[in-house]
């Protein structure tokens, strides 16, 4: 997969946003095959952890959050779903699993319903090892402080503002990877 020109061809005509795009994917990238270099027993895909960590977060094109360029007509909690349209459109539905499974820790039934998230009442939890490392490593770095990777605390106080479930589930993967 050309991630690359896939990535040109959704974001065109606006370079300040791909810029954003590239630059937190790429961290998010680095960060995921650090882990698989870490963990050779758990036998991750690593050329498949670069293209979808890559991708995770194409959606956002389509979101509307000023602040970080996007000026689209979406919520910004529904970057993932709309990632994974994309992706499944250009034929990577694995890379389309990834991008709707990233979001906070994932995201069960009960948390999009409990928090009227306007998202499907579905679970959006990631279920493969190498969604569960992108999930993992991009819970390290956001797109408004760019050259910045948040310490294990500060990525854990993040997830936790959104509740205990995701915490959870973030200290689960803690415990694999790092």
Request: aromatic content about 6%; some cysteine.
């Amino acid at each position: 997969m050309n991630y690359k020109l896939i990535i040109d061809r959704y974001y065109k005509d606006n370079d300040e946003l791909k810029d954003i795009l590239l630059r937190h994917s790429k961290a998010v990238a680095d960060k995921a095959l650090a882990i698989a270099d870490a963990h050779p027993e758990l036998q991750l895909d690593r050329q498949f952890l670069l293209e979808a960590a890559m991708v995770h977060d194409i959606g956002i094109i389509k979101t509307n959050a000023p602040d970080i360029k996007c000026f689209g007509t979406e919520p910004y909690i529904r970057h993932g779903l709309l990632g994974a349209e994309i992706m499944r459109a250009e034929g990577f539905p694995l890379h389309a699993r990834v991008c709707e499974r990233h979001t906070g820790a994932g995201l069960s039934l009960k948390e999009i319903e409990e928090q009227a998230l306007p998202l499907p009442h579905i679970d959006l939890l990631p279920e493969t090892l190498e969604e569960k490392v992108i999930c993992y490593a991009d819970k390290f770095f956001s797109k408004t402080k760019l050259d910045r990777e948040k310490t294990l605390e500060q990525a854990e106080r993040s997830v936790a503002k959104h509740g205990g479930e995701g915490l959870q589930r973030f200290k689960e993967m803690e415990q694999m990877f790092e």
